[in-house]
């Protein structure tokens, strides 16, 4: 026990400074305890004031009492209903000592009432930070009990020392609630979701733990054309109607940009979540006002599910962060469920994008060619440059399997890059092998390359270094590329004409309507997408649109070639329409270097429209679309 109240104030000082967010509660009681003993007081408490709800709220109290005289029951009193000594605690500057006497009968009575104590004496101290009064410290001794000016400056000094922990603890508080929160939305962070699903993962916890991962669709476009003050606030109007069909319960994060996690409170499994993620979704669907313009707002969700004590926070955000690119994959607005079949098509995709860029830098891709015949003569009159990965553990993989790889994870510029290389060096081989003299030679081009600062560069000194002339080489650029940025297109497009470079659009008349654009781009060629042209001559609708486009290329002095030609008789409706260049399997499959430098020797395909040919049958595989 002290001996003075300056050992008091010390020791009071030792134990706060030692009270941490955790810890600060029972150090208070404890405290409080010690104060009200060494000054032979019945008991001690501890307020904070609350100044944007006008309230008082209880702490802590020393000995702790059986009851609490307040009118509620978690020890909140609102200023505006208080007694008049609660009310002066809400701004109280110096120590209030209130002791039994006439002045306070009310006050008296009062107390009485609550406590069945008659009478009290109370010494109110208050916390304070600058001007504003946080909070106070009362000492109470039932019955009559006089106050010394060193007593009160001690418990003024104390009070200074319980208003330095308080103001400790709102900032470890605030860090906390920054660390743990988002700072435009206001919903759960990233590290605060993880320590969640780590807590409902564990072994025992009731389960399945569902999650849902939201993502708005088309936020880029908002970005876009209206800003990202913009985006942020369409953002911010979301995370707030996320709440309105998701329960109270429920935790919601925003892990960053436009992408929510919500993980149901209760356990639920996988057609469960499924349905409540439909909920949600359709809760979500509508229309927003931003800077004056109506946007609509959709959505789309990935569902997966978690086992505790088999699953980590990690298995189950992957799980569903592959079902929502699944979601997006299908053209947004969807929600999908993690399945068996997802996790391998997830696996197969992590596995290319793993060995990916060795695959490039190791020389592990090579280029097949696919020959463009004239129809009338069977003359190779082009070739198609079309690249293949030789996986280290699945072999020879076709373009779709990585191309899509490639343009998520950045690689498609060096891609496209390293594939014109390869082709222009062997048509340079072939060359000056004597073949090739008037083949034109078609390289695809990506839609990032398409934008690439110094592309156009870049093409030209690949082509010298090979010392190719520009115009036997043609790029090939897919009309949904084209649309999608056409002022870039027509930039980059216009330069590659202006260094002698070809242009050919690629998959024409898929529905993306370069039409209206064609007359200003200057394009050389346009190819039929093989969708209209596998069924020529059995689908009216198909032949319909061929004919539109083959009269389209006359209309402009363009090329015209068909692709996927797999049957005689898409050959001749082909014929009759005027489209005399085509490619597909019909005609030859894909061929490495050496088996199309022996084709260009030769010169042409031979073909008869009358009946299989023993050349066509030589090709040996089944008509399949092959996609660079």
């Not at 700072?183 to 409902?200: C, F, K, M, N, V």
Request: hydrophobic share 45%; aromatic share 6%; proline share 4%.
């Amino acid at each position: 026990m002290p001996r003075s109240l300056e050992e008091v104030v010390t020791k009071v000082a030792s134990e706060l400074m030692a009270a941490n967010v955790d810890t600060a509660i029972a150090i208070s009681e404890h405290v409080l305890t010690d104060l009200a003993d060494y000054l032979v007081l019945d008991t001690c408490f501890l307020r904070h004031n609350d100044h944007e709800l006008h309230a008082t709220k209880l702490i802590a109290e020393g000995p702790v009492r059986a009851y609490v005289p307040d009118p509620d029951p978690i020890g909140v009193v609102y200023f505006a209903d208080a007694d008049p000594v609660f009310a002066m605690a809400e701004h109280l500057k110096a120590p209030l000592v209130i002791r039994p006497e006439p002045a306070t009968d009310g006050y008296q009575r009062r107390i009485e009432e609550g406590t069945t104590v008659p009478s009290i004496s109370l010494a109110c101290v208050p916390l304070l930070s600058g001007d504003v009064t946080t909070g106070v410290l009362g000492f109470i001794k039932f019955g009559d009990r006089e106050w010394t000016v060193d007593e009160l400056n001690a418990l003024q000094m104390i009070a200074t020392l319980f208003a330095q922990l308080q103001a400790r603890i709102f900032a470890e508080n605030r860090l906390k609630y920054l660390a743990e929160h988002d700072d435009l939305t206001g919903l759960y962070s990233r590290r605060a979701l993880i320590a969640h699903l780590e807590r409902r993962l564990a072994a025992g916890q009731p389960g399945p733990v569902a999650a849902l991962f939201l993502d708005l669709d088309r936020l880029k476009a908002i970005n876009d054309f209206l800003g990202h003050h913009a985006g942020d606030r369409f953002i911010a109007f979301f995370a707030g109607r996320l709440r309105e069909p998701v329960g109270e319960p429920d935790l919601i994060a925003r892990l960053g940009g436009d992408e929510f996690i919500v993980i149901p409170a209760a356990p639920m499994g996988l057609a469960e979540a499924e349905s409540y993620a439909h909920r949600v979704q359709a809760g979500l669907r509508g229309r927003v006002t931003i800077n004056d313009e109506i946007l609509n707002r959709t959505v789309s969700i990935g569902v997966a599910v978690g086992v505790p004590g088999r699953d980590a926070a990690s298995d189950l955000m992957r799980r569903v962060d592959q079902a929502l690119m699944s979601a997006k994959s299908a053209g947004g607005d969807a929600v999908a469920v993690f399945t068996e079949d997802l996790a391998l098509k997830s696996e197969f995709r992590n596995d290319i994008e793993l060995h990916l860029r060795g695959g490039i830098e190791s020389g592990g891709l090579v280029l097949h060619y696919l020959p463009e015949v004239d129809l009338r003569t069977g003359a190779v009159v082009a070739t198609e440059a079309l690249v293949r990965w030789n996986h280290p553990t699945r072999g020879l993989l076709l373009p779709d399997s990585f191309i899509a790889v490639a343009e998520s994870t950045n690689l498609a510029g060096e891609l496209g890059r390293l594939v014109l290389k390869m082709a222009c060096a062997q048509l340079s081989r072939w060359r000056l092998a004597g073949l090739a003299k008037d083949i034109v030679l078609r390289v695809n081009v990506s839609p990032v390359q398409l934008v690439a600062e110094g592309f156009v560069d870049s093409v030209a000194r690949t082509i010298d270094e090979f010392g190719l002339d520009p115009g036997s080489v043609c790029l090939e650029i897919t009309e949904s590329v084209v649309v999608k940025d056409i002022e870039a297109a027509r930039v980059t497009i216009a330069g590659l004409k202006a260094v002698g470079v070809k242009v050919a659009v690629d998959d024409f008349g898929t529905g993306h309507s370069v039409l209206t654009h064609l007359k200003s781009l200057p394009v050389d060629t346009i190819k039929i997408d093989r969708s209209f042209v596998s069924e020529l001559g059995n689908n009216a609708g198909d032949l319909a649109i061929a004919r539109a486009i083959v009269a389209l290329a006359d209309a402009f002095e363009l090329e015209v070639v068909a692709e996927g030609v797999e049957t005689e008789e898409a050959v001749r409706t082909l014929l009759s329409l005027g489209c005399v260049r085509a490619q597909g399997f019909l005609l030859s499959r894909p061929l490495d270097g050496t088996a199309m430098g022996d084709l260009l020797a030769r010169g042409f395909i031979p073909f008869s429209l009358g009946g299989p040919d023993d050349a066509l049958a030589a090709n040996g595989e089944r008509p399949v679309a092959d996609r660079s």
